[in-house]
């Protein structure tokens, strides 16, 4: 062996043995920073939940943080339920609203009472609507009809005559909805419902009608000249022969609401009315009632002449 050699193989092994020391030090540091990353880790997620449980907390004792948090559930809920919906075909889940039914004009007839059923019902097979609109346009004409002091099938002719009861009807001097009434004209009154577009409401539009009606019956003193004032002939010759289709149609709906059979088909007079028809007047407290030689129907209501007469109502002079 040279010298050489017997002085490498201690620096060999010096250098092995450095080596080795050096791993076993690299491989205790690394076990230490792992064990303390992850001990830094568990004290992180604990303080990290912690902290989720103190905003969780917090949050439901707060109403109104709990009902966002509820809103935003709900809604997240409801896109995902729309978008599996539309996927399968589905088109109306995106524009679904179950509260719609709430704000639809509609009745069932088996609500009213038998007078009110049975002009709904004639109603509508003459004009060919459904009987639950007109289950709710008959009911609020009853309502209506009561506070304003007016006969409520008077109401009811009056939108027979005027729109066959189409909510959306449109005249060509700007006249619109159920009554008819001329939007521009009696804006004011529409505001206690939220606006002019109010007036393609149909209770909103029957309400507004009724008030225009007594204010021109008020105006010019009876039923019949109250009509030409509505129609706005007041100043006219004639009025086209209105009031008297008016009336003549109030006939029919008396007859009916008296239990009398009266063909769908039966046709209005456009001939002068020998006189107003039948209205609890709210002009003055000495009402008289002239009849004409016919019965009086049920409630206030009179019935229909059978041989074109009329029963009046005429105001007594005031004293």
């Given amino acids: 062996m040279t010298p ?8 060999l092994q010096s250098w092995r043995r450095a080596g080795h020391s050096s791993l076993q030090s690299v491989r205790v540091f690394s076990r230490d920073v792992g064990h303390g990353l992850l001990e830094v880790s568990h004290n992180t997620l604990a303080l990290v939940g912690l902290a989720a449980m103190a905003v969780l ?4 004792g707060r109403a109104d943080i709990r009902q966002q948090v509820e809103v935003g559930t ?7 339920h729309e978008a599996r919906e539309l996927a399968s075909g589905n088109l109306l889940a995106a524009s679904a609203e179950p509260d719609a039914v709430a704000r639809a004009t509609a009745l069932d007839p088996k609500e009213l009472t038998r007078q009110q059923a049975a002009v709904a019902s004639w109603l509508s097979r003459r004009y060919k609507v459904a009987p639950e609109p007109l289950s709710a346009l008959v009911r ?3 309502a209506i009809g ?3 002091n007016l006969e409520p ?3 009811l002719a009056i939108m027979a005559v005027e729109s066959r009861f189409n909510p959306f009807a449109q005249s060509p001097v700007g006249a619109q909805g159920l009554m008819q009434v001329m939007t521009r004209v009696h804006d004011d009154k529409y505001e206690s419902f939220g606006g ?14 009724v008030q225009v009606l007594k204010d021109c019956i008020a105006r010019a003193g009876s039923v019949h000249e109250g009509l030409r004032h509505y129609v706005g002939a007041a100043l006219l010759e004639s009025d086209g022969g209105y009031a008297s289709k008016v009336l003549s149609e109030q006939a029919h709906l008396l007859a009916v609401a008296s239990g009398k059979l009266v063909p769908v088909n039966a046709r209005n007079s456009t001939q002068p009315a020998l006189a107003p028809a039948p209205l609890l007047s709210p002009l003055a407290p000495n009402l008289i009632e002239v009849d004409a030689g016919l019965p009086a129907g049920p409630g206030n209501a009179a019935s229909a002449p059978q041989d074109g007469g009329a029963q009046v109502a005429m105001l007594a002079p005031a004293n």
Avoid: C
Avoid at 4 to 11: D, H
Avoid at 57 to 60: P, S, T, Y
Avoid at 74 to 80: D, P
């Fill in 146 to 148: 009561q506070r304003a």
């Fill in 4 to 11: 050489e050699s017997k002085t490498a193989r201690p620096r």
């Fill in 140 to 142: 609020e004409a009853w």
């Fill in 153 to 155: 099938t008077l109401i």
């Fill in 196 to 209: 002019t577009h109010a007036a393609f409401d149909p209770i909103s539009n029957l309400r507004v009608g």
């Fill in 57 to 60: 907390v917090f949050a439901m």
């Fill in 74 to 80: 709900l809604e997240w809920l409801q896109t995902r």
